[in-house]
């Protein structure tokens, strides 16, 4: 199983920008909990917002009204839609998902992807 993720990169205050990630693997998998962390530089990763299988939202304070995740379960990806992004939203990205294979549940990280907010 593996998850990956896309997007990132530079963009000015005030601006936009979306990521997504993808799982993907060999068998059959169903994805619970998927969710949006991130971390930056000499600060502890953080919850940015997550979703679950049926689609209930949860964020964190810091994003609410700004950032929107959301899921599309046929093509096991996830998204993150960025807006009114401010320096502080700079961080390295990661998704996170509770995947069920060959009957067991484990907790995957996908590589990360950065995001810096700077003009």
């Known amino acids: 199983v593996q998850l990956q993720a896309f997007g990132g990169g530079l963009v000015q205050p005030g601006g936009s920008l979306g990521l997504s990630c993808a799982a993907s693997?060999?068998?059959?998998?169903?994805?619970?909990?998927m969710g949006w962390y991130r971390q930056a530089p000499g600060k502890q990763r953080e919850l940015v917002a997550n979703?679950?299988?049926?689609?209930?939202?949860n964020y964190a304070d810091s994003v609410k009204g700004r950032f929107t995740i959301s899921r599309d379960n046929a093509k096991k990806t996830m998204y993150l839609q960025m807006n009114s992004l401010k320096p502080e939203d700079t961080a390295v990205y990661y998704c996170?998902?509770?995947?069920?294979?060959?009957?067991?549940?484990?907790?995957?990280w996908g590589q990360g992807t950065l995001v810096t907010v700077s003009s």
């Open positions: 996170n998902a509770d995947i069920r294979a060959m009957g067991y549940e484990y907790n995957y």
């Open positions: 693997a060999s068998g059959f998998i169903s994805i619970n909990r």
């Open positions: 979703i679950s299988s049926g689609g209930v939202t």
